[in-house]
């Protein structure tokens, strides 16, 4: 089995930033892509941001210039820099990774529990 777990979430005010961490662990043999998505209240959940173990990154036009997202692929751990957050940042963050279990297996993608951002001042 694998889990996620994350952390970093809480309160800040507008303009300010968090750093949000997920770390994956179990029976791991590859993680092609790591990320992270959120969910604001009555909202869909929406892609932020995902990093490849090469380091390719893709982000939302919504958060493109302020998030930053990163990797330490020796400890299968994404990060998420949260900068000049704005109200409409609020949200759950989720964590995932789209892991391998071993070399014959196709990736499958595991979620974290969720973290709440609130941006208020």
């Known amino acids: 089995q694998v889990q996620l777990v994350e952390s970093g979430g809480g309160l800040v005010q507008p303009g300010g930033s968090l750093r949000l961490s997920c770390a994956a662990s179990g029976s791991i043999f590859s993680i092609p892509a790591m990320g992270w998505y959120r969910q604001a209240p009555g909202k869909q959940r929406e892609l932020v941001a995902t990093?490849?173990?090469?380091?390719?990154?893709n982000y939302a036009d919504s958060v493109k210039g302020r998030f930053t997202i990163g990797r330490d692929n020796a400890k299968n751990t994404v990060y998420l820099q949260m900068n000049s957050l704005k109200p409409e940042d609020t949200a759950v963050y989720y964590c995932?990774?789209?892991?391998?279990?071993?070399?014959?297996?196709?990736?499958?993608?595991?979620w974290g529990q969720g973290t709440q951002v609130t941006v208020s001042s």
């Open positions: 990093i490849t173990a090469g380091g390719g990154t």
């Open positions: 995932f990774a789209d892991v391998a279990r071993d070399y014959f297996s196709m990736p499958t993608d595991y």
